[in-house]
């Protein structure tokens, strides 16, 4: 597969990607970070987001992430979208591997003001 055959989310800067996906956190006030990652997946290659469930155990060993392109650069905008303070990353309670992401409120307000790529550092040109 030459570049120009990827899907634009595998060559897109990490922030334009990162302010794509930031509104689908804002459907539910979290979600687990696995199914958060395929969810947007799905989004991302057919303009909808997976029946609740469908994908819940789409990222089921360690190195999917690393070995997925498609997970990998989600996975790279979540922690941008983390580091920037508009997604909060939380490790499920009696846990050791699980974690929930869901918005920040300052995530929160970038989605309804519609100034998430301010908050990302993006200029427009």
């Keep these: 597969m030459t570049s120009s055959d990827q899907p634009w989310w595998i060559s897109a800067p990490v922030a334009d990607l990162a302010a794509a996906i930031l509104p689908l956190f804002g459907q539910s006030s979290f979600d687990s970070d696995r199914a958060a990652m395929t969810d947007v997946v799905s989004w991302l290659r057919t303009g909808a987001r997976a029946p609740r469930g469908m994908f819940s155990a789409g990222v089921s060993t360690r190195g ?16 941008l979208l983390e580091r920037s ?3 909060l990353r939380v490790l499920v309670p ?4 699980s974690f929930d992401v869901g918005l920040t409120r300052l995530g929160w307000h970038a989605v309804q003001t519609g100034t998430v790529r301010q908050h990302l550092g993006i200029r427009d040109p």
């Design 85 to 87: 303070g508009l997604l």
């Design 94 to 97: 009696s846990s050791h591997s």
């Design 64 to 79: 999917d992430v690393f070995q997925n392109p498609d997970l990998r650069a989600v996975a790279e905008a979540m922690q």
